[in-house]
């Protein structure tokens, strides 16, 4: 079986990276105001919603709150190449885009994270119950790309499952859309956050397998700029990422206002905001001062292996991080980063 696809969003989306890469922004002039990126509103977006509030009292910085926290896409590959044409200054997504899209020739650089630990669960109709159910079947995937995507094959791969050989996959877009595809078993499974879990119970749909079982330590959400955007606003930059980083000391400090932030961002129900709050928290998948799981990027790396890079070694993590804007960040909130 082949994966599928949808080839007009595939040619778009091709389309608009070569000339974000062919014709990229010229640097900017100082600037007063940022606009971030992200692909939805979960619980790991927590500690960006908290820091935009931050960021503005703070600094008097202008941020884009139009859409979702500003831009938004259901997909991480198109915030991407958002980010790559100017129309988004810091992109929270995981790298994985990012890795690719450096790898064509874009100018990116991952700066910080605030998800060092991938939390996915593979949930699917409820006639599977297993991950070798799954053979001969078609999942549903946010980008045939996208980190998540990567994730999965990996989960399948070590259960004896090949892609195109075992299961196809299709870009079934946003995880709203994805989990109404399982039903009647339109598709077989799909990846999902902590945060998606409850709808997905409610919806009554197998909890298929965790990843944290298959790959335990994987870098996710990410601060993803333009580096050149960064160095001609670096004041702003540092402002952004201390904002951040308030951010998640709080939630860490504050879980009872955190759960309750995320239900009112999201609409999920507190009972389950608090659930998911506290585990997060205590199992250090919100980070704690916006540090890069370097371990988790490598492994990342090393995942993405053969499909991108022609021949080993891999290039390390430090290849794709600038971590200079978030030491500034430390020195100046007078903290010792974690990692």
């Known amino acids: 079986m082949k994966a599928k696809r949808t080839p007009r969003a595939g040619r778009y989306a091709a389309y608009l990276l070569a000339a974000a890469l062919a014709c990229p922004p010229a640097p900017a002039a100082a600037a007063d105001r940022v606009v971030i990126g992200n692909v939805s509103r979960t619980v790991e977006m927590n500690s960006n919603a908290v820091g935009l509030t931050d960021v503005v009292r703070r600094s008097r910085t202008a941020v884009s709150a139009s859409g979702r926290m500003g831009h938004s896409s259901s997909n991480p590959s198109t915030l991407i190449q958002a980010l790559i044409a100017g129309q988004v200054h810091v992109a929270i997504v995981d790298p994985t885009p990012a890795i690719n899209a450096v790898e064509r020739g874009a100018a990116l650089k991952i700066i910080g994270g605030t998800v060092p630990i991938a939390a996915y669960t593979l949930v699917g109709c ?3 119950k297993n991950i070798k159910d799954l053979k001969g079947t078609t999942l549903s995937v946010v980008s045939l790309v996208s980190g998540s995507t990567i994730f999965l094959r990996e989960m399948l791969r070590q259960e004896g499952l090949e892609l195109n050989r075992d299961y196809a996959i299709i870009q079934g ?3 709203t ?17 902590g945060g998606d879990l409850p709808r997905a119970r409610e919806l ?8 944290h079982d298959y790959v335990p330590n994987l870098q996710f959400h990410s601060f993803i700029v333009d580096g050149r955007w960064a160095e001609a606003n670096a004041a702003l930059t540092v402002r952004y990422l201390k904002a951040m980083v308030r951010a998640m000391q709080w939630a860490h400090a504050h879980k009872e206002e955190a759960a309750e932030l995320v239900t009112r961002r999201t ?3 507190l009972k389950y905001t608090r659930v998911n709050v506290e585990e997060y928290l205590a199992q250090g998948i919100i980070s704690r001062d916006g540090s890069v799981n370097r371990e988790g990027f490598q492994r990342l790396i090393d995942l993405m292996g053969e499909r991108l890079y022609k021949q080993k070694p891999y290039p390390p993590p430090e290849k794709y991080l600038d971590m200079s804007y ?14």
């Open 326 to 339: 978030l030491r500034r960040a430390h020195q100046e909130l007078g903290i010792a980063p974690a990692r």
């Open 204 to 211: 009554g749909y197998t909890e298929i397998a965790r990843l």
């Open 267 to 269: 609409g999920i129900p």
């Open 173 to 175: 877009g946003p995880t």
């Open 126 to 128: 409820p006639k599977y």
């Open 177 to 193: 859309q994805r989990l109404a595809s399982l039903s009647g078993c339109a598709m077989s499974a799909t990846m999902v956050l």
